[in-house]
T-cell receptor
Framework: GAVVSQHPSRVICKSGTSVKIECRSLDFQATTMFWYRQFPKQSLMLMATSNEGSKATYEQGVEKDKFLINHASLTLSTLTVTSAHPEDSSFYIC?????????????FGPGTRLTVL | RKEVEQDPGPFNVPEGATVAFNCTYSNSASQSFFWYRQDCRKEPKLLMSVYSSGNEDGRFTAQLNRASQYISLLIRDSKLSDSATYLCAVGSSGGSYIPTFGRGTSLIVHP
């Protein structure tokens, strides 16, 4: 299947700092990538849809000025958590949309575990 | 009603057992359906797509019931390594593929 990488895998930072997470599709081009957040024992929560060359579409309740998304190329999307606070500590997972045959399928990156002290 | 609902479980079964999970969805126009497996503190991995006619992959069988708006996953001859959380995902229609995930069903297979 398609491979999606995510970097870094784990971040520990101080409150008030900004953290940048990269998501790359390694063997395919992804016009659309998704960013999710998952708290312990909770479901995946879609934060935003990232479209190459255009602004991201944010889900209701997600602050676009706090979670900056840039989809600069067909293989790279970045999520920047600005002025992170302890409540932003979570598991952030990106995924990329790939078309296999006639079906659109999502493939996930390995996730980034963010801990804000 | 939530868009995609799953029984969180856990389903606690012995090795060798057959276990089935259901996932209901509210959007009757949904077009694509998937089962993912998520291990603890890991990302979801695609287990299988769900096709209208039903499909099988080894010990795993997925089915779609459009009339009742649910999909199912059947696991035969459960292995210890099948212990994980199983997420269903339902894709929206209209070409704007934005799948919605269920909360997941936890499966524990014990010796």
């Amino acid at each position: 299947g398609a491979v999606v990488s995510q970097h870094p895998s784990r971040v520990i930072c101080k409150s008030g700092t900004s953290v940048k997470i990269e998501c790359r599709s390694l063997d395919f081009q992804a016009t659309t990538m998704f960013w999710y957040r998952q708290f312990p024992k909770q479901s995946l929560m879609l934060m935003a849809t990232s479209n190459e060359g255009s602004k991201a579409t944010y889900e209701q309740g997600v602050e676009k000025d706090k979670f900056l998304i840039n989809h600069a190329s067909l293989t790279l999307s970045t999520l920047t958590v600005t002025s992170a606070h302890p409540e932003d500590s979570s598991f952030y997972i990106c995924s990329a949309r790939a078309r296999i045959g006639s079906t659109d399928t999502q493939y996930f990156g390995p996730g980034t575990r963010l801990t804000v002290l | 009603r939530k868009e995609v609902e799953q029984d969180p479980g856990p389903f606690n079964v012995p090795e060798g057992a057959t276990v089935a999970f259901n996932c209901t969805y509210s959007n009757s126009a949904s077009q694509s359906f998937f089962w993912y497996r998520q291990d603890c503190r890991k990302e979801p991995k695609l287990l299988m797509s769900v096709y209208s006619s039903g499909n099988e992959d080894g010990r795993f069988t997925a089915q779609l019931n459009r009339a009742s708006q649910y999909i199912s996953l059947l696991i035969r001859d459960s292995k210890l390594s099948d212990s994980a959380t199983y997420l269903c995902a339902v894709g929206s229609s209209g070409g704007s593929y934005i799948p919605t995930f269920g909360r997941g069903t936890s499966l524990i297979v014990h010796p």
